[in-house]
């Protein structure tokens, strides 16, 4: 769902120069394209771009949400909700300022949930970065009222340990309630929270934090922890930060279970009790190396609950780890759920020489149960493969069903979403694009979608 373990204070530097097109999905650039004049776009013929709505202030845009024909664009100074009822003329309804790195959003039924990793002065809109002994100080998930997506109103701002670097949402209507998620770790001194690394959670974080938010009083929300397996694996970053969290979590609620990206390790967990996850079994791929600055950071199900598919941001989102399409770097891995046999890996099949990897993704939702999978790589921008030609041993350009790379994008966010990719780019703002191809056949439209909460098998 995001930037890695670089936080607020890092700079993004964004590609510049030309990529060089190399898939068989490359094909060859449309040149009537409306964005074809930019510099160093390329792209297949299936892929169109239809609009772009560009960010309108100096600042990191990150993740995606969507209810009904709105889309909810974080990013580091609040979130923008947008109307794409016309994918070709989207319209923002509000620019909502509020201060605070990372800007992940959840949406459930009338709730936004925006998560919070940068230390800041109070839990309001207006606040501003400080340190973790500031007195007062908020560092965790802020909750508003978007049930008039024109006028958000803050609900309530709920701390948790190492603040919030992504949330996931899991529905729990029986007991007229959402839980959230938070993934959370300690990395750079000014991160470091006054119950960032206790003793009494085992050192090192070690846990993910639990929002349990009521729906009919979402201001009285509580949070409890979570603790990490205890044989789940140390890490140590930079050098210095030696730590057990989690980047990102995905939950698939009915078939009771979360794909939890652990940084140096993927696990899968039961959550038939959501409050109380169960560990299951974990994936441990001996080429994604914490001394590398690799990391297990997104997570994604297959529609019918057959596939898990992990994401290794290698180079914490900063390094060119494109630059040979045949290494190990920046792949998504795909298990089955059921086993845990790693089936098949994927990582864009073009040499990129800036800033690349694997980032955020999901897969359509197709009702015969076709596995493909929509992703970003920051400056290698939005690509879509065949997951099940993978799996029966196709290459990555052949199993590639097409791609968008835009002339000076990062795309941080690409998602499916009831008939169009949207992407949530670091420098662009908001990219809607149409993928003309068999690929899409039959997928199913939703009332709304958070990327990282499935709900229903697909099939």
Request: proline share 6%; hydrophobic share 35%; glycine share 8%.
């Amino acid at each position: 769902m995001t930037q890695s373990w670089r936080r607020a204070a890092i700079v993004i530097i964004a590609a510049a120069g030309l990529i060089v097109p190399g898939s068989a999905a490359a094909h060859d650039p449309d040149l009537n394209h409306p964005d074809s004049s930019a510099s160093g776009t390329q792209h297949s013929q299936n892929m169109k771009l239809l609009a772009n709505v560009e960010r309108s202030a100096v600042a990191t845009q990150s993740d995606l949400a969507f209810d009904g024909n709105l889309a909810y664009a974080g990013n580091y100074h609040g979130f923008r909700v947008i109307d794409v009822s016309d994918p070709e003329a989207p319209e923002v309804v509000t620019d909502f300022q509020c201060h605070g790195a990372q800007g992940d959003v959840s949406v459930y039924q009338g709730l936004l949930f925006q998560s919070v990793d940068a230390p800041q002065n109070h839990g309001g809109c207006d606040s501003t970065n400080a340190t973790a002994s500031t007195p007062g100080m908020f560092e965790g998930v802020r909750i508003f009222d978007v049930s008039d997506p024109a006028n958000p109103r803050r609900l309530a701002s709920v701390n948790t340990d190492c603040g919030s670097h992504t949330n996931t949402l899991v529905p729990d209507p029986a007991n007229n309630r959402v839980l959230i998620y938070v993934s959370s770790y300690p990395i750079g001194g000014s991160a470091l929270g006054p119950n960032c690394m206790r003793a009494e959670d085992g050192g090192g974080h070690s846990k993910i934090s639990i929002i349990d938010v009521p729906l009919d009083d979402p201001a009285s929300a509580t949070v409890s922890p979570y603790h990490l397996d205890e044989d789940t694996q140390w890490a140590t970053y930079l050098g210095s930060y030696t730590f057990r969290a989690c980047h990102d979590i995905s939950v698939f609620t009915e078939i009771n279970r979360a794909a939890a990206a652990c940084m140096s390790e993927a696990q899968i967990w039961d959550i038939s009790d959501p409050a109380n996850p169960e560990f299951l079994w974990r994936y441990d791929n001996p080429v994604v190396k914490p001394e590398n600055i690799d990391l297990f950071h997104s997570s994604s199900f297959s529609w019918d609950g057959e596939v898990v598919a992990f994401g290794d941001e290698s180079g914490g989102g900063g390094a060119a780890r494109c630059t040979d399409p045949n290494d190990d770097q920046g792949r998504v891995w795909f298990l089955d759920l059921a086993t845990g046999e790693e089936l098949a890996s994927y990582k864009v099949p073009r040499a990129v020489e800036t800033t690349c990897t694997m980032h955020n993704f999901n897969f359509i939702p197709r009702r015969d149960g076709g596995k493909v999978l929509v992703s970003s790589s920051y400056t290698a921008g939005t690509t879509v493969v065949d997951v099940d030609k993978l799996i029966a041993g196709a290459s990555e350009a052949d199993a590639e069903v097409g791609f968008y790379q835009p002339g000076g994008g990062n795309a941080w966010s690409s998602y499916w979403y009831n008939g169009f990719i949207y992407a949530n780019d670091i420098q662009r703002g908001v990219d809607i694009f149409l993928l003309s191809d068999n690929a899409r056949a039959g997928a199913r439209k939703l009332p709304y979608m958070n990327p990282q909460t499935q709900e229903r098998v697909i099939n």
